[in-house]
C-alpha cells in the first residue's frame, strides 16, 4: 500500500534530473546574487556599464516597446490559443491555452517569493550615480518581466515543438531579458535566473499535466 502511494506521487510530482540541474543552477545563482551582488568590480557591474555605455536614443525606444509590450504579448498567446481552439472546438488548444496561463502565472508566483526572499536593489537604488533609463521601486531579483517572457516560450514551445513557433517565442524572451538589461533596471544574473526558474518551473507543469493525463 505504502509503494503504491509512493508511486502516486511520483506521478503528481514528477522529478527528472532535467529540475534537479535547473534547482541545482539556481541554488548556485542564488548564493552568486545575494553574496556577490553589490560588488562594483563583477561581471553584472561591467555588463551593466557596457550596455549603457552603447545606448542611442532609437535603441532605447525600441527597448522600452519591448519591455511595455511584454505583458499584452504573453497573455494574448494563451488568449488566441482559447479562441482558436473555440472556434475549431479543438480540445487540445484550448488545454494548451489553460496550460500557458497557468505556467505564467506559476512562474510569477515564484519570481516574486525570490523577490521577497532576497530583496536584493536595483541596480538604480544600490548606485544613486548609475545611468538607468528609469528606475523601478520594488526589488531586482529575478527578473519577472523576463520570467514571463521565458514562461510563456517555453510553454508554448512544449505544447507546440515547431520551430515557428520555439523561434519566434524565444527570440521574444531573449530580446526582453536584453531589454531589461540595456534599461538598466536589472542586473544580468537577475535575468538569467528568471529564464530558468521560470522555464524550469513551466516544464515541471508540463511533466505533471502529462502524469495526470491531462495532455
Known sequence: MQKQ????????????DGIRTTLLLVFFICTYASVYSQHKDNFDWRILDRAASHRTERKTRFFKFISKWNNPVCLAMPASLFIAGAIRNDTYMKKSSLYVTESVFLSQLVNVG???LFNRKRPCQFDIHFNAVYCPKNESF??????????????????YPKWYVIAPTYAWASLVGYSRVYLGVHYPSDVITGAIVSSGVTYGLWKANKSLRKF
Open 5 to 16: 502511494r509512493s508511486g502516486s506521487w511520483k506521478k503528481v510530482l514528477p522529478v527528472s
Open 114 to 116: 525570490l523577490k521577497k
Open 142 to 159: 529575478p527578473s519577472g518581466h523576463t520570467a514571463e517572457g521565458f514562461s510563456m516560450a517555453t510553454s508554448m514551445s512544449l505544447a
